[in-house]
Each structure stands twice: as structure tokens, then as C-alpha cells.
């Protein structure tokens, strides 16, 4: 979406208003999560954080093909996983054979060698931050470790104002991933990652998955071509500042 421009001064704290209203103009239509991450890191080389997802969900997103890890694996010209998950990295080493993925605690003070061996064109935060405590130290440590090591971060997040969250409000039910702590806006995760330290390059409003039912699609389509806040999640695209 286009950034809009009166909301800097909010964003950097110089401003305030209780009622600040940021304007949402998409940038083009509205894509698919992981297909737009992959064609901005494509051939490129990634180091991919919090990259193993839920044990239970893994086995199946593997046969269905929309692992992420392996997606970017295999789209990236290096991909290298780093995960605080030992039972997880254990458990796709010996079922799966993946070999790219490291145990690893990024705002550890003792920096992981893997990371700082080279200078990685992307770090990929794939659904991550609703999951963290602290989602503001959480970058400004890691960028305090292994800012020089990096170029541009690629961040993405599920969309509080999403179509279904809108639905369920009528059915007073709120449906939600149990180990997520945070919903995020564009305006919430654009202030996170400016208190963090990075600059703001992009935001793009996305959605989690295509549907298999072709009219279905485009009805969904037409929706958020008008109204984009409807979409699932939220993809930001930042440097260190």
C-alpha cells in the first residue's frame, strides 16, 4: 500500500491524536502471502527466522506444499532456518532430511556464527511476531546483533481487521492461533517496527491462501480490490535504519 505520508509524525511519536485516521491505498491487487514473499526474495539469499512452524501443523504443510521454509528453500539461492525449536529441528532432520535449519536465539549477546559468516540479502519473519512477548526488543536485539549482516527484512503478520474476524463479531467468537498474543493493523505494525529501529520501505496488505473454488476467488477478489483492510494479513518490508 501507499505509505501515507501524514502519518510519519505519528508514527516517529512527534505528533498524537486519538483518532488518527491512516489511509489505506493498496498498491496493486491483493496476492497471496507466501507467493508475494517468494518473488521478493527469489534467488536471493535468506536467512529465514522463526522458521519451523507448529510441530502438529509441520507433516501436513510439507505434503501439501505450503511449508514455508521449504517453499523459500527451494525458491532462494541460500536459505538458512534458524528456530529456538530443538524438538522441531529434530523432528524434520530425521523425518524429513531437512538440513538447513539451526537451533538459535537471536537476541542472545552471543551471536550465532552461522548468521555472521555472511551478509544475507533477506531475513524473512514469517508469522513470528504475534507469537513474541516483546515483538519491539525482540527486533531492535536482533538488528543490535546482526544489522551489518543483513539487507532488507521481510516481516508478515495476520491482519486484525480480516474479513473473518469481522464475521465472527456477530457470533460473538473469536477464533485465534492459542499461542499468538497479538493481533496487528498496518498502523500497529508499521509503529513496532519504527520503535525497533527500521525504516518503513513498503506495506502490502495480503491474503493466507487461495481458494480452490474458482468463483469463490473472485468474489473475494472483487472484495478486497475494494476494500483491502478485509485481507488476512500484512506484509512489511523494512531496513535498518
Known sequence: MKLDSKAFSYIDGKSFSD????????????RERMEFVEDIVKG?????????????????????????HQRLTNIASECLGIDI??????????????????????????????IISKYWDYVVLGEVLEHIDNPVYFLNQFIYNYGDNIGKIVITVPNALRFSNIRRVFKNVEVINSD???????????????????FVDTIQLCTSAHSNK???????????ARY??????????????
Not at 483518532?19 to 491483493?30: K, M
Not at 499468538?180 to 527500521?198: E, M, S
Open 19 to 30: 483518532v488518527f485516521a491512516l489511509s489505506i491505498e493498496q498498491l496493486g491487487r491483493i
Open 44 to 68: 536471493k539469499s535468506v536467512l529465514h527466522i522463526g522458521c519451523l512452524d507448529h510441530v502438529p501443523l509441520i507433516e501436513s504443510r510439507i505434503q501439501s506444499g505450503i511449508w514455508f
Open 85 to 114: 525449536n530443538q524438538e522441531g529441528i529434530d523432528f524434520v532432520r530425521e523425518k524429513f532430511h531437512v538440513s538447513n535449519i539451526y537451533f538459535g536465539d537471536i537476541i542472545s549477546p552471543d551471536k550465532n556464527q552461522r
Open 180 to 198: 499468538h498474543r497479538y493481533w496487528f493493523t498496518p498502523y500497529t505494525i508499521w509503529k513496532v517496527v519504527n520503535q525497533a529501529g527500521l
Open 214 to 224: 474458482f468463483f469463490k476467488e473472485q468474489i473475494k477478489n472483487i472484495i478486497l
Open 228 to 241: 483491502p483492510l478485509l485481507a488476512d494479513g500484512i506484509v512489511i518490508i523494512c531496513h535498518p535504519k
